[in-house]
C-alpha cells in the first residue's frame, strides 16, 4: 500500500508534545491518593471507583475516534480533547466531595481515548516505525514528570489539588497550541484516516469467529494482565512505599517518578536495539527481569532495595507490551490478527479498570505488603502464559514495536 506523503517536522514535535500530554495525568493518582483519601475521608479501596469511570470514558471516545476524526479532524480532536482532559482536572480542584472527583473521572478518560486513539490513528498512516517507537517512548515523559509535579504540590505547595491545577492549566495550554495548528494537520489526515480505514478493512473475519479462538481469549488475559500490572505498581508504589516500608513523601514520590523514568528509558533502548534481537527474545528477557523486579519489591532484604525493585520493574516491563502487539498475529494467526488487536486493546483498558482496584481491596483487607505479592503472581502467570501462547518456532521477528 502507498504510503502517505511524510509529515512536516513539526506536526511530529506536535505528536511527541500530545503523547506527553496524554502520560502526564497518568501518574498523577498514585503520588496522590494517600492524601486525597485523607482528605475525603475514604477507604483505601475507593481507588477503584475512579479507575472504573475513566476507564469507561476512555473505552466510549476511543471506540468512537475514527467518526470523530473524520468530522473533526487530527487536529481539532487533540484540541478539544486536551480542552475536556483540562477542565475536568482542574475540576478536581474544586470538587468538595468525592463523588464528584468520581464523576470527573469519565471526563478525563474521554479526553484521553479520544487523544491515544486518534493520534495512534495518525501515526500509524504516516509516520515510519522508527517515530512511532519515539512517539509512544515520549508517553513516558509524561507520566515521568507528573509524580514529581504532585510530589512537589503536596510536599511545597502542601495541597494535592495544586497538582492536578499544573497539569490541567498545561492541558488547556496545548489545546490552544493545537487548535492553532489545525492548518498542518488537515494536509495529511484524510489521507491518513483513508489508509487506516482500508487497513482495517483489509481483514473479513466474522468476530464471532474470531471470539470461538482459545488462543484469541489467551492473547486478551495476556494485555489484561500485563496493563493490570503495570498500573497497580505504578498506582500503589507511593502508598506501599509511605504508608507500609516508611519511606518519606519526598523520597517516594522519586522513586514512584524514577518507576516511569526506567520505563520510558527501557522503551528507547527497545527501540534502539530490537533489530539485533527478536520479539520473542526480547519479551522473555523482559518478563523475567519484571520477576526479578517484582521479586525484590516482596523480599525487601536491605533499606533501599523497594526502591531498586521499582525502579527495575519499570525497565524491565517497557518493552512487553510493544512485543505483545507485534506478536498477535504469531500468536493467533494472521486471519484473526486484526479482530484481536482491537480486542486486545480492550482488555487492556479491563485490566487498568480491575485490576489495581482488586490490588487495593486486598490491600485494605489484609496489607499493603500484599502488593509486591500480587505484582510477582501476575508476572509469573504472563511468563508463563505467553510462552504457551506462542508457537514452538519463532521465525525470529524483528522490528520496532509499538506501546500504548
Request: hydrophobic share 50%; proline share 5%.
Amino acid at each position: 500500500m502507498k504510503k502517505s506523503p511524510a509529515p512536516a517536522t513539526g506536526l511530529i514535535l506536535l505528536a511527541f508534545i500530545a503523547f506527553i500530554a496524554l502520560g502526564l495525568p497518568d501518574s498523577l493518582l498514585g503520588v496522590g491518593w494517600p492524601t486525597i483519601r485523607a482528605h475525603f475521608g475514604i477507604p483505601l479501596d475507593a481507588l477503584g471507583m475512579l479507575l472504573i469511570t475513566g476507564t469507561a470514558g476512555y473505552l466510549v471516545s476511543s471506540f468512537f475516534s475514527g467518526q470523530l476524526i473524520a468530522r473533526l479532524g487530527v487536529g481539532r480532536l487533540l484540541a478539544f480533547s486536551c480542552a475536556l482532559t483540562g477542565s475536568a482536572l482542574i475540576g478536581n480542584t474544586l470538587v468538595p466531595t468525592w463523588w464528584m472527583m468520581v464523576a470527573l473521572g469519565v471526563f478525563t478518560g474521554l479526553g484521553a481515548g479520544a487523544i491515544d486513539a486518534g493520534l495512534n490513528t495518525y501515526a500509524a498512516a504516516n509516520f515510519s516505525p522508527r517515530v512511532m517507537q519515539w512517539l509512544h517512548a515520549s508517553y513516558g515523559v509524561g507520566v515521568t514528570f507528573s509524580p514529581l509535579i504532585m510530589t512537589f504540590a503536596i510536599s511545597t505547595l502542601n495541597t494535592w489539588r495544586s497538582g492536578y491545577h499544573i497539569v490541567g492549566m498545561i492541558q488547556l495550554a496545548l489545546a490552544g497550541c493545537f487548535m492553532l495548528s489545525v492548518p498542518l494537520w488537515h494536509r495529511h489526515e484524510q489521507q491518513a484516516i483513508r489508509e487506516q480505514t482500508s487497513r482495517l478493512t483489509d481483514y473479513k473475519t466474522p468476530v464471532l469467529e474470531t471470539l470461538r479462538q482459545p488462543r484469541v481469549w489467551l492473547s486478551i488475559l495476556l494485555f489484561i494482565l500485563y496493563v493490570g500490572a503495570e498500573v497497580t505498581l505504578g498506582t500503589w508504589a507511593y502508598s506501599l512505599l509511605t504508608e507500609s516500608r516508611g519511606v518519606s513523601p519526598a523520597a517516594a514520590g522519586l522513586w514512584t517518578g524514577s518507576y516511569w523514568a526506567t520505563f520510558t528509558i527501557g522503551r528507547i533502548l527497545a527501540g534502539l536495539f530490537l533489530k539485533k534481537l527478536s520479539t520473542h527474545t526480547l519479551m522473555r528477557g523482559s518478563l523475567v527481569g519484571a520477576l526479578l523486579g517484582a521479586a525484590l519489591l516482596w523480599w525487601n532484604p536491605f533499606p533501599l532495595a523497594g526502591l531498586v525493585g521499582v525502579a527495575l520493574t519499570g525497565f524491565a516491563i517497557a518493552p512487553i507490551f510493544a512485543g505483545l502487539v507485534t506478536s498477535t498475529s504469531q500468536r493467533v494467526g494472521e486471519r484473526f490478527a486484526a479482530n484481536t488487536i482491537g480486542m486486545q486493546m480492550s482488555g487492556a483498558s479491563l485490566g487498568i479498570a480491575i485490576i489495581p482496584g482488586l490490588v487495593g481491596v486486598l490491600a485494605q483487607n489484609f496489607s499493603l505488603e500484599v502488593i509486591p505479592v500480587c505484582l510477582f503472581t501476575m508476572f509469573a502467570l504472563l511468563l508463563g502464559l505467553y510462552l504457551i501462547s506462542m508457537p514452538r518456532k519463532q521465525p525470529g521477528q524483528v522490528g520496532p514495536a509499538e506501546g500504548a
